[in-house]
């Protein structure tokens, strides 16, 4: 007989469950739980009602009370649990103040909260992080051994003019005669020249301006474009474009890193305001003599209606522009191109004549002959989106040579900035920010002037209230020597209103404003120069008494700025929308804010940090807010709303590209197979 196999032994258990261990291991690995310190935070006393019933009779007051003694119970246990550890102590910081969503580190929470998220992270046993244990990479160690050198270059330098100082202390002081004598004629040669104004460089016409040289320690960043002005307070708050893929030549605020698209809708219409730092629209300047620019402006297509005809914007209906009290918003097209060949939407400023106040309104033939005889040179401004300005500068400079007259076109991209403001809170926070210095007013109008008007806008929530498309110039004080503005009080009582209503509907500023000294280049240098640093405003501020603002100078900048209002493009055309809509709304007219490149960030940070009335700041905005409020407003925004221009297709090749490479990046599994979709 074959032998009998031998028994298998028997399989293992796949069932059977992993070794538990000990339960004194399991303790000891297991994380400690979280004190519930308020045991009481969820309790709420009560108090019978049985002693409010005496023989079957009710005891209204007793009643009374005891319902009394339940509700402030009710109240406190509500307060108690707010308080207990149903919350995190960065839970309580407001969501657009978190530097992260759960910072382990107690530094980046308030001081108020900082012992409480302290004794949370002891607690749960969270491993804290402290910056000078923390291990560097290698982006960090890079940065620090920079660093170093930087510091060391710089101690060298210092210590080269500190001998040399020295050296010629001690040349001066010697007895040698002719060494004193050479330093003494070098000194006063030196005075001399200090004393004698260098020569205003003459403008360059028809030339391209190049940007600013930046300082050495961010030269390296800005080779193959442009910052803004803002570009260091942008970079810590917002998503900037890519380093080597800019936006128009320059380093744009895409959106802040907070989440922010229902607060600026709340900030661009109910409350508060939104402000855009858009130094970065392209300005051109044109001096000639009037008729030149008409005819120059006329070749471009400006006042051309939508059938083609010319309007009357070169006749009486367009004297208030002409004058330099409005501005005039378009199309601008290549010359006999009329409809195919449109460019872009700009923005034509002229610059103010200096006539006495009898004369504004009365243009009759005697002055204009006087005008044409004597060819009175105009300024004027071009405001173009920088998507399209080097296709209207070709053609403003083609236009210019063509013509008998001659005119001077300039490129001002690097030293006209701007900044847009929109919101109920726009208003204020400029007047909260702009100051006016001492400037040209008029007597004899008392407070017609454009500072006192400006100053009379207090109230005013909506800047689409004003003339449409007015004009404001003055020049405004320092704003970082009234650092941190204060609000802005509204005078209360009917009569500062109807004052305010007889205001705007009267304008005064059409009758007593004087030419802007933004147009002045001179004014805009001498302005830009005469800054003070940051270290002397702070010296002026600690000599100040407590609470007060600097007395002022007579040094002291004047800065001319140019505030520009507009209105959302109502679409009364449309039979789609409503009534409301096709009377333009409750759409928030737009403050725009033309200064010194340079000037910027001074009124930036002021308008960033002002407390408004309604509560919070100025909000950030980016591009895609720009985007959000068109869109809102129901207005197209160039260029993307505009395929047809070259400006439009161009950015639409460039989001097709990036909308490509969003989907190559993402998996094959989780992202749409366009071949397999029927179109």
């Not at 009998?4 to 000891?28: D, E, G, H, I, V």
């Not at 107690?106 to 108020?112: C, F, L, N, S």
């Not at 601008?332 to 004369?359: D, H, M, N, Y």
């Not at 504004?360 to 060819?375: F, L, M, P």
């Amino acid at each position: 007989m074959a032998p009998k196999p031998a028994p298998k032994s028997p399989a293992p258990n796949r069932n059977k469950k992993r070794k538990q261990l000990s339960s004194t291991n399991n303790a000891a690995q297991q994380p400690r739980k979280r004190a519930k310190t308020h045991s009481d935070a969820r309790k709420i006393s009560t108090q019978l009602t049985s002693n409010a019933f005496k023989n079957g009779e009710l005891d209204v007051d007793k009643f009374v009370k005891s319902r009394d003694y339940e509700i402030r119970a009710l109240e406190e246990g509500i307060g108690r649990a707010k308080k207990g550890l149903t919350q995190r102590a960065f839970q309580q910081v407001p969501r657009e103040l978190r530097r992260r969503t759960a910072s382990h580190n107690v530094k980046r929470v308030p001081t108020r909260l900082r012992g409480r998220a302290y004794k949370e992270m002891r607690e749960d046993n969270t491993p804290t992080v402290t910056a000078r244990r923390r291990k560097p990479t290698a982006h960090m160690r890079l940065k620090l051994e920079t660093a170093k050198r930087l510091r060391t270059l710089g101690s060298k330098r210092k210590a080269e003019k500190k001998a040399a100082a020295e050296f010629e202390a001690i040349l001066v002081t010697s007895d040698n005669a002719d060494a004193a004598q050479a330093v003494d004629s070098k000194a006063s040669s030196t005075s001399k020249h200090a004393t004698v104004g260098t020569r205003t460089p003459r403008v360059k016409q028809a030339t391209l301006k190049s940007p600013p040289l930046p300082p050495a320690k961010f030269r390296k960043r800005q080779v193959h474009k442009s910052w803004l002005p803002t570009h260091l307070y942008h970079a810590k708050r917002a998503h900037m474009t890519p380093p080597r893929e800019p936006l128009w030549r320059f380093a744009v605020p895409l959106t802040p890193t907070m989440k922010s698209y229902r607060p600026t809708h709340r900030a661009s219409g109910t409350s508060g305001a939104v402000a855009w730092d858009m130094s970065y629209v392209s300005t051109l300047g044109l001096e000639g003599s009037e008729e030149g620019i008409r005819k120059l402006l006329d070749d471009l297509g400006a006042g051309v209606n939508a059938n083609g005809k010319a309007t009357d914007l070169w006749e009486e209906r367009g004297q208030k522009w002409r004058c330099g009290t409005r501005t005039w918003e378009g199309w601008l097209f290549e010359k006999v191109g009329w409809p195919t060949k449109a460019i872009a939407p700009a923005t034509v400023v002229w610059c103010a004549k200096q006539r006495s106040p009898e004369q504004v309104g009365i243009e009759d033939s005697a002055t204009q002959k006087a005008s044409k005889k004597h060819k009175e040179k105009r300024k004027a401004l071009i405001r173009v989106h920088p998507s399209a300005f080097f296709q209207v500068w070709e053609e403003v400079v083609r236009l210019s040579k063509t013509q008998k007259t001659p005119i001077t076109v300039e490129d001002l991209r690097f030293e006209i900035g701007s900044i847009e403001i929109t919101g109920p809170g726009s208003t204020e926070a400029l007047l909260g920010t702009l100051r006016p210095s001492a400037g040209p007013a008029y007597p004899q109008q008392g407070d017609d002037s454009p500072e006192a008007v400006w100053k009379s806008l207090t109230g005013v929530s909506n800047p689409a209230s004003l003339p449409p498309n007015a004009i404001i110039a003055f020049t405004v004080s320092d704003p970082r020597l009234h650092h941190p503005p204060r609000t802005v009080t509204v005078p209360p009582g009917p009569a500062s209103q109807q004052k305010l209503l007889e205001t705007l509907s009267d304008w005064p500023v059409d009758n007593t404003q004087s030419p802007a000294a933004l147009f002045n280049r001179t004014a805009r240098l001498t302005s830009s120069r005469s800054l003070p640093s940051q270290k002397a405003i702070t010296r002026r501020r600690s000599l100040a008494a407590p609470g007060a603002y600097p007395s002022p100078l007579a040094e002291d900048p004047k800065i001319p700025v140019l505030l520009l209002t507009s209105r959302s493009p109502s679409p009364h055309h449309d039979p789609h929308f409503g009534k409301k809509a096709a009377l333009g709304g409750r759409n928030q007219g737009t403050w725009t804010l033309l200064l010194p490149w340079k000037a910027v960030l001074p009124v930036w940070y002021s308008l960033m940090y002002y407390p408004l009335s309604s509560g919070g700041n100025v909000r950030l905005g980016g591009l895609m807010e720009k985007r959000q409020v068109c869109f809102e407003a129901r207005a197209p925004w160039f260029p993307g709303d505009f395929p047809g221009t070259a400006a439009g297709w161009s950015w639409e090749l460039y989001e097709r590209k990036r909308r490509k490479e969003e989907w190559q990046r993402r998996p094959k599994g989780k992202r749409t197979e366009w071949t397999s979709v029927d179109l």
